[in-house]
């Protein structure tokens, strides 16, 4: 059990580009979870993935925001057309998804600034 | 207003005191979290509570589900406890089924100084 990896931790992106993050749950655990925090605020929900199932998708997700998790183990988040109020630190987390309510194992985050 | 409201949003202490942080949410839950981040982003789950009191080492965390309060305790706090520790609920609305995200409070700041 290594934890959750996410890469990269630092991106830095001009506005309008393309950008992918990439998480890495522990094995075997069935949820997947990415938040977006931004400076001095507490962490919020995106998107949630039971398995390979993308079961529920935030306001806060726009059409610029795609995530998947093909195979249920690692997942994947794009941002297109990078805009600077896409600056924030992503965080993914996973879970077991056997019994709830259920811990939820961070990763150490992907820090997102577009200039 | 919040779903999730913590208390203060900032404190500083001195080594060896007693910390309360204080946490008041708004909706039907199914757990609480308390989680600490420190420094650089990464999340560590401290928590994870439904009814009473846990512990761990100097740590102490109470929830009462009708008062909808939960606090957290560090007893003979030390300047490596300094972070952001962050209240989460699972609200009854997200529980079983599909969902299971977390709401967060926006956290608190605790500085211990030596």
């Known amino acids: 059990d290594t934890g959750v990896s996410q890469d990269p931790r630092h991106k830095i992106t001009k506005r309008g580009q393309n950008v992918t993050f990439r998480c890495d749950p522990i094995?075997?655990?069935?949820?997947l979870y990415w938040y977006r925090q931004t400076l001095g605020q507490g962490p919020e929900f995106l998107t949630y993935?039971?398995?390979?199932?993308?079961?529920?998708k935030s306001r806060l997700l726009s059409d610029r925001f795609s995530a998947e998790r093909p195979k249920g183990s690692f997942s994947t988040l794009e941002i297109q057309r990078t805009e600077q109020g896409d600056s924030a630190m992503y965080l993914c987390?996973?879970?077991?998804?056997?019994?709830?309510?259920?811990?939820?194992?961070f990763g150490p985050g992907t820090r997102l600034t577009v200039l | 207003k919040n779903e999730v409201e913590q208390s203060p949003q900032n404190l500083t202490a001195q080594e060896g005191e007693f910390i309360t942080i204080n946490c008041s949410y708004s909706v039907g839950i199914s757990a609480l979290h308390w989680l600490q981040q420190h420094p650089g982003g990464g999340i560590v789950s401290l928590f994870m509570?439904?009814?009473g009191k846990k512990k761990h080492g100097r740590l102490i965390a109470t929830i009462n589900i009708q008062e909808k309060h939960s606090s957290l305790h560090i007893t003979a706090s030390h300047p490596r406890d300094s972070a952001v520790y962050i209240c989460?609920?699972?609200?009854?609305?997200?529980?079983?089924?599909?969902?299971?995200?977390?709401?967060f409070g926006k956290g608190t700041k605790l500085s211990v100084k030596p």
């Open positions: 094995s075997e655990h069935n949820r």
């Open positions: 989460a609920v699972l609200s009854l609305m997200n529980y079983g089924g599909s969902q299971g995200n977390l709401i």
């Open positions: 509570l439904s009814s």
């Open positions: 993935f039971q398995n390979e199932a993308q079961l529920e």
């Open positions: 987390a996973s879970s077991r998804g056997l019994l709830l309510p259920d811990t939820h194992y």
